[in-house]
């Protein structure tokens, strides 16, 4: 056979230190967060300092890192992009970020930082040697290891497999998926056993009941359109904003420091009075992913104050802007849980919960074109009953918006080289 | 944007038209296999006339049609595989095997059947030439296709997605994974559609528990282990009863409809006795896959009479032998259905219903060596619940079996050139 028991325990070690580094970090993160001490300009601070720290640390642990994953696998060689030094850049920036109530999301920093345990276990360990001197394995290794960071930022083995044979750019090769799943299953094993400890909380899975196929069906298809349409809107965006940014030669805008002082200083003085964006994202996802009235749901009151439609469509727009301006930071980045919150107001918007799940798997699946989000979305629903509006949404979504754009991490990349 | 008008219509007609087919072929089918009035002599007249009118009409429809449906992914051109004469070579030899009472799969014929509509779709209509000129367009429409057929057959668009992603041989290419999407849901639209129809039954869900991480972690990685072996073994008794019989040169096993005659007559005369053989594939499913003990639900008091661990063990060893002769057959079979039925009662001899969801998944993964079926096994079942025991259970499965055979589907295929 071709299983060498070397290649075994390193995936096996893989996942489980995948598992056990992001569950940590998770929960330190969320306990951080939920102390709200933090003034604004304490708030700015901070970030200016670590934003400088990241510059002569490491420019590596910038932005959203799935970019930069999808390069590596389609074979271009990064030198520093696997070093110690962007994991611990990585590490800082993303707590601090968060703490600081930007509207990022952790996953392909959790993604990057077990690339960097693959790549530096296959360099640094004797045993593992075969694996650090053979090309082919070790892009393989890379892509277990995302599969594994995928698999544990939101509880999907499967989603994390298929993310990551998504984000191999052209041509998968087959016969290793089995290896990104044996690393997955060490993965959520691992992340099952910390489930048990009793600081941790489970995540909550949805209730809706079977679903009969119906006329509703136009409404599917209407909104993977829009969030299509949205998708697309977002990408053009960001370019724009890249862009311009770039041609105006403003030094208000080009330096980095300032630029990120007024992305915070507009957030915060927004976000402030407004209740309804205070919340982590999980607990949005919650609140919409639901079959009941947002009313009737924990933190729903807040949502329906003064009205539900208003919260809900304001919520939409400052999402969207707030997003886009996390983006052009130089920070750690990511777009998987603020788009998925995104999608799921605005799919919420429409109706009823059902909308909100197929909103957010379209927004996501047009933005990253990916369909793997399908899978991830069942899998943290802890439901496949919306299979049948799910599918409709989303490859209606993913259809159209090719047509529209290209993916946001090509559109990253091109910007970054 | 690349995404023609004609692709775009192409791709929907395909799903819709597969979906028809397979719905109607399905309930026609089921409707003849209730009336038993078939018997022993009639079944082995009709199965040798079928097997005489193929043998002339056309060779290609004999076989599972997933190992050369595999081929033609690969780039091997099988002139008359995809013809119309293999078309109904193929529905008029696996009609008349299901009456026989056979232990066979329709699934490849299916996914058979949407390539030739694929095929000749793309040859025969004017509006359609620039995909019948383009050679990569084909591959990417009929690997739409198997997408199409293997979600009509088991209700599954993802699974179906990826299994057609998990066929083609060594290298996808990941762009065309949302053609697939999009056959696939014109393709469970229809299938939505027709289940609104009085006539048609809906398939029964499953009711599981959420499942709680504990220590029988450790049996499903056991049951794992053990399908991997069963999966080896089968595949090792295939490989040698069709070597054996191209060897001894005995007449009585080459000539055709001998072999066929005998075969049937063997499988006849030890299902007659045997209550619990009787049942379709689905009903068997129904029965296992429940969180129930097998005598409190329908049909179950049939495999507790006398002993339920009697009957399980005596259901696998002749469900074992049965595949494997009807594999052997020079007629349309499969392996789909009747693996899952033998997986669903070897795991279900461990103990309750979690294990015979597991131990189908770990046994058709293993022998076919893919993991698309999981992500099949919870769309049929309508739950997830069941993620963390099927993913650990099939990765120790599939990670072992690679270690000791090939797939199915290649040794299938080596026999065949």
């Known amino acids: 056979g071709n299983l060498k028991v070397s290649n075994f325990m390193f995936l096996v070690i893989l996942g489980a230190s995948t598992a056990l580094q992001q569950l940590i970090q998770q929960f330190s993160q969320e306990q951080t967060c939920t102390q709200r001490y933090v003034q604004l300009l304490d708030k700015i601070c901070m970030l200016d300092i670590v934003q400088l720290h990241l510059e002569y640390y490491s420019r590596d642990s910038e932005g959203s890192s799935l970019p930069e994953m999808k390069a590596v696998l389609a074979g271009v060689h990064i030198s520093t992009f696997l070093s110690i030094r962007a994991f611990i850049g990585k590490l800082v920036g993303v707590t601090v970020a968060i703490v600081g109530g930007l509207s990022l999301g952790r996953y392909g920093s959790f993604v990057h930082m077990s690339g960097v345990i693959a790549h530096q276990m296959s360099y640094r360990i004797k045993f593992f040697q075969n694996i650090g001197s053979n090309y082919q394995l070790r892009l393989q290794v890379i892509s277990a290891a995302i599969a594994a960071g995928t698999c544990c930022s939101a509880g999907s083995p499967f989603g994390g497999v298929i993310f990551a044979l998504e984000l191999t750019s052209t041509y998968y090769m087959m016969g290793n998926m089995w290896k990104g799943l044996l690393c997955t299953t060490a993965a959520i094993i691992t992340y099952s056993l910390m489930h048990q400890l009793p600081f941790v909380k489970p995540p909550k899975l949805t209730d809706f009941e079977e679903y009969t196929f119906n006329h509703e069906i136009i409404f599917f298809i209407i909104l993977g359109y829009l969030c299509a349409r949205v998708g697309a809107l977002f990408i053009h965006i960001l370019t724009k904003i890249i862009f ?13 420091w300032k630029w990120c002082s007024i992305v915070i200083l507009f957030i915060s003085i927004i976000q402030f009075p407004l209740r309804f964006l205070h919340f982590p994202e999980r607990q949005v996802w919650n609140v919409m992913f639901n079959s009941h009235q947002i ?61 909100a799940v ?43 918006s090719q047509a529209m754009t290209m993916s946001i991490f090509d559109v990253l990349l091109e910007f970054k080289n």
């Open 244 to 256: 311009l940014r770039g041609k105006l030669k403003n030094p208000l805008l080009l330096n980095r």
């Open 295 to 355: 009313s009737e749901v924990q933190n729903g009151q807040v949502w329906s104050n003064p009205n539900l439609e208003l919260v809900l469509l304001v919520y939409c727009i400052l999402k969207f802007i707030f997003i886009v301006s996390s983006l052009t930071l130089p920070l750690p980045n990511g777009i998987f849980a603020p788009m998925i919150s995104f999608g799921a107001v605005f799919g919420r918007l429409f109706d009823e919960g059902i909308y």
């Open 358 to 400: 197929v909103g957010a798997t379209c927004v996501y699946g047009s933005v990253t074109k990916t369909v793997s989000i399908a899978i991830i979305i069942f899998e943290v629903t802890g439901q496949i009953t919306l299979l049948v509006p799910v599918v409709i949404g989303l490859s209606v979504a993913y259809a159209s």
